[in-house]
């Protein structure tokens, strides 16, 4: 799966970590004198693109030092993942400009490198502009109001590695830092929102392109007042993505979504946490601790991200609204590498493409994750 288009048995070249061509076998010969990797009965798709991710493996991207993303990026790998955007969560402002600093140094590292891991892409920040009302577990002490120069410092400490930004869009200020961080070729995305429709209007107009784990953290939709979730659900020019783990969202309600926002517009996440991968116990998400007891993480009662991985989230989707695993596939690879603005390199089958492929079962299980043409 390309994932656009479906080729039947393919013969895909890579060379120096990219794709060189894609055919199917019988029109073209497999040229002589190179290795081969063969995959029989298999499924070949591009690496899944996980853009909302705050740790896994015991580990938080935002942990003092980045030694710990080593392990993050295995597990990733585990589970299909070639790409991923670490996702910080509000904290103080002087911890945030320490961790993107971080971030940002292991981003442009991994730029130049191959190796079996995922790949950072760039930085999500999920906070601190966000709602009050619909913060979830962020601390409220340190939510702030849109402020086009906090967030110029944010950038800075980033060294420019941020992709994507969620913004509550009817704070005071938040029209003026979206058309700021949209003038970057930032993608804005709405969330954490008690936004009435208007609000949520007005930050389409001024350029938001996207929402975060719809339905969660934010103003549920009314009949009379549809408030943000009839823009998110109901305007094509707004991609938006899920946490389709059955628990932060019902399954059917998922696939309503998924009709809402069909298969060009829905976009899968994880929002994992460091738990992921370890099992019961208290774990580490920013500054605070979850409690993890199966798959429900909570503080005080209330969901903190998951523990789903990807691969699942597509195996999800393909039993919550019985897709077929072509279209659950994209939900994770070209959908959010366009998100990321990444869709030149990343997210499809193609020559001159970053050779990311996930090898699956026909049932959507990994069977092998290769990144950037390097195969375990």
Same mark, same amino acid.
């Given at each position: 799966?390309? /994932?656009?288009?479906? &080729? ?17 076998? %019988? ?8 290795? +081969? ?37 295995? !597990? ?10 670490? =996702? ?9 400009? %320490? ?19 995922? !790949? ?28 086009? /120069? ?5 950038? !800075? ?5 941020? =992709?994507? +930004? $969620? ?42 392109? @996207?929402? =975060? @784990? ?24 707004? $991609?938006? #993505? +899920?946490?389709? #783990?059955?628990?932060?969202? @019902?399954?059917? $309600? ?8 069909? /298969? ?5 996440? $994880?929002?994992?946490?460091?738990? =992921?991968?370890?099992? #019961? ?24 991200? %998951? ?9 999800? &989707?393909? @039993? ?20 990321? *603005?990444?869709?030149?390199?990343? *997210?499809?089958?193609?020559? *001159?493409?970053?050779?990311? +492929? &996930? ?18």
């Amino acid at each position: 799966f390309t /994932p656009l288009e479906r &080729v039947v048995d393919p013969v895909l070249i890579v060379d120096d970590g990219r794709i060189v061509s894609l055919t199917p076998r %019988s029109h073209a010969p497999i040229p002589a004198g190179i290795p +081969i990797v063969d995959f029989p009965g298999a499924v070949l798709a591009p690496g899944f693109v996980d853009i909302h991710i705050h740790g896994g493996a015991g580990h938080d991207v935002m942990q003092a030092d980045d030694s710990g993303l080593d392990a993050v990026e295995a !597990q990733l790998v585990r589970h299909g993942v070639t790409s991923y955007c670490p =996702t910080t969560v509000t904290a103080p402002v002087d911890l945030t400009l %320490s961790a993107l600093d971080r971030l940002s140094r292991r981003i442009e590292r991994a730029s130049s490198r191959r190796e079996l891991r995922a !790949q950072p892409l760039g930085v999500h920040l999920e906070g601190p502009f966000i709602s009050h009302a619909k913060r979830g577990v962020h601390p409220p002490a340190e939510l702030r109001a849109p402020s086009v /120069p906090l967030f110029e410092r944010l950038l !800075q400490a980033a060294h420019g590695q941020v =992709t994507l +930004i $969620t913004i509550a869009p009817e704070l005071p200020g938040a029209a003026e830092m979206i058309a700021a961080a949209a003038q970057r070729n930032l993608c804005v995305s709405l969330g954490h929102s008690d936004a009435a429709l208007e609000d949520a209007q007005k930050a389409v107009a001024a350029g938001a392109r @996207h929402a =975060t @784990h719809t339905f969660n953290a934010m103003r549920a939709l009314d009949h009379r007042e549809p408030g943000i979730l009839g823009v998110v659900l109901g305007d094509d020019r707004l $991609t938006a #993505d +899920i946490i389709a #783990d059955g628990i932060h969202v @019902h399954p059917a $309600t998922v696939a309503l979504f998924l009709k809402a926002k069909g /298969p060009a517009g829905a976009v899968l996440i $994880t929002d994992a946490i460091s738990a =992921t991968g370890c099992g #019961d116990g208290r774990f580490r998400l920013g500054g605070f601790e979850v409690t993890v007891n199966g798959e429900r993480c909570e503080l005080d009662g209330r969901l903190a991200g %998951s523990v789903l991985t990807l691969d699942r989230a597509v195996r999800n &989707v393909m @039993h919550f609204a019985r897709w077929e695993l072509q279209e659950a596939v994209r939900l994770a690879t070209l959908n959010p590498a366009r998100v990321a *603005g990444v869709s030149d390199r990343k *997210g499809s089958l193609s020559a *001159g493409m970053d050779a990311d +492929i &996930v090898v699956l079962t026909p049932r959507g299980e990994v069977v092998q994750t290769i990144c950037r043409g390097v195969i375990p």
